[in-house]
């Protein structure tokens, strides 16, 4: 359909895309514009995004309530540095942030990427401990399969065996690992021993933890693993009898992507600390935070400063726009969307659970993965789709889907279609 643009020449000679080589012997397609739930490509194609780039964008592309947003603060103050300045939507947002997240998160730091977020929470920790006379309390606790990002300090929390990271092994601080909880569906008794275990690695660990660090309810990234709520309330109980704090890092989960707004709230829990980003700007910026409670702010801060400061700080049109995403979410029956798309990934995809080298099917709120038996070709599965007009991009053994929440029957179904396709094609 027609030549490319010509500036496509450009991209094999002077970029890097992630996780990849460079020159990409991979196509990678040129997106011209977004609208909705569709992208839209140079050739004019329109592709149904069962990505929301990346878990971001829960209300789609250029809502324009978002769009007028960002314009009307871009007039005004699109960037200014946060040291000894303030603005509005710095101070609202953190305001909605603390009403919205469990329990009583009150003190946010933002900074502008869901790694930076978790690093904040790491130094917080650690500064905490010190600030207890307990400097010896610096390493941290994670789960097998977690995902907290690329960054040195987030990979010494993910896992360690994922082949993302293990090459810097001998680079990275090093951390104790506790096994993956187990299977969302799993039996009682599975659950009660998973949970004996974590405890036993807790307290063996317990005078050298600052912290417990994981995802909630759902992995992300490094294993697309939904678990137990139930494991999760017993791990909150457990870091408090044993003075560990509890990060949850919802990054991915947060802003209602697994059917609640925080996946804490499955399991009844509220963190010492938790790190947002990805949806927190409906994708339209790069934004992350940080919320504590009072009482952790002020232990680090009777010791002295918190040690951070990101040049973009806060920056308002990201503020602004995050405040124009929150708006949307309470304005829509945002739960009912998730609902319904949960049903119709439940009713397409988990009959593929029995196809010929699909390993596992999993579906939580507005989230699905076909686990495959064999790693996946991905760019076989990409020409698929896009023949099909649809946005997939699965890797490793992972055929994965989170739409944005205002996807109708239909486009899910083009969705879903395209993964049977695949499945029955490709495999
Ligand atoms: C994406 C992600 C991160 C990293 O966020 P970036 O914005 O890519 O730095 C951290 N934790 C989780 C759970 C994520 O999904």
Same mark, same amino acid.
Request: aromatic share 6%.
């Given at each position: 359909m027609g030549t490319p643009p010509e500036?496509?020449?450009?991209d094999p000679r002077h970029l890097w895309h992630p996780y990849?080589?460079?020159?990409?012997?991979?196509p990678a397609y040129p997106v011209v514009g977004s609208e909705g739930v569709h992208l839209i490509l140079a050739d004019g194609r329109k592709l149904v995004d069962g990505m929301a780039s990346w878990w971001c964008a829960i209300h789609g592309y250029r809502h324009p309530d978002m769009v007028r947003t960002l314009q009307e603060q871009v007039d005004v103050l699109p960037h200014v540095m946060f040291g000894g300045l303030t603005h509005e939507p710095a101070a609202r947002l953190a305001e909605r942030l603390a009403r919205l997240?469990?329990?009583?998160?009150n003190r946010v730091f933002f900074c502008d990427s869901g790694s930076v977020s978790v690093e904040v929470a790491l130094k917080l920790a650690v500064q905490y401990w010190q600030a207890r006379e307990c400097?010896?309390?610096?390493c941290f606790l994670a789960l097998r399969g977690g995902y907290h990002g690329d960054t040195f300090a987030t990979m010494s929390i993910?896992?360690?065996?994922?082949?993302?990271?293990?090459?810097f092994r001998s680079l990275l601080p090093r951390q104790y690992f506790t096994p993956q909880p187990p299977?969302?569906?799993?039996?009682a008794s599975e659950l009660e021993d998973a949970c004996a275990r974590f405890e036993a690695d807790l307290v063996a660990h317990q005078y050298a933890l600052a912290g417990v660090v994981l995802e909630p309810v759902l992995q992300g990234a490094g294993g697309f693993h939904p678990y137990p709520p139930a494991f999760l309330t017993q791990v909150a109980a457990l870091c408090a009898r044993h003075e560990v704090l509890l990060i949850a890092?919802?990054?991915?989960? $947060?802003?209602?992507?697994?059917?609640?707004?925080?996946?804490?709230e499955q399991a009844d829990v509220v963190p010492d600390i938790l790190c947002l980003g990805k949806a927190l700007t409906g994708g339209m910026l790069s934004l992350a935070a940080t919320l504590t409670r009072e009482e952790i702010a002020k232990v680090v801060s009777e010791a002295g400063p918190f040690l951070h400061g990101p040049?973009?700080?806060?920056?308002p049109a990201a503020c602004r726009v995050a405040l124009a995403s929150l708006d949307l979410l309470e304005s829509r029956d945002w739960m009912a969307e998730v609902a319904a798309i949960e049903k119709i990934l439940r009713r397409e995809?988990?009959?593929?659970?029995?196809?010929? $080298?699909?390993?596992r099917v999993r579906v939580l709120g507005a989230f699905a993965v076909v686990e495959t038996s064999e790693p996946v070709n991905a760019s076989a599965w990409q020409a698929l789709a896009i023949q099909r007009g649809v946005w997939l991009r699965p890797f490793q053994n992972f055929v994965y889907l989170m739409p944005?929440?205002?996807?109708?029957e239909a486009e899910l179904m083009q969705l879903t279609g395209a993964i049977q396709t695949g499945i029955s094609d490709l495999l």
């Open positions: 500036w496509t020449a450009l990849a080589p460079a020159p990409d012997p991979l997240s469990p329990g009583d998160l400097p010896e309390k610096c993910s896992d360690p065996d994922n082949s993302l990271h293990d090459r299977d969302a569906d799993c039996t890092d919802e990054i991915a989960t $947060g802003f209602g992507r697994t059917g609640t707004l925080f996946a804490c040049t973009f700080m806060a920056n995809l988990l009959p593929l659970q029995s196809a010929k $080298g699909v390993a944005p929440f205002i996807i109708q």
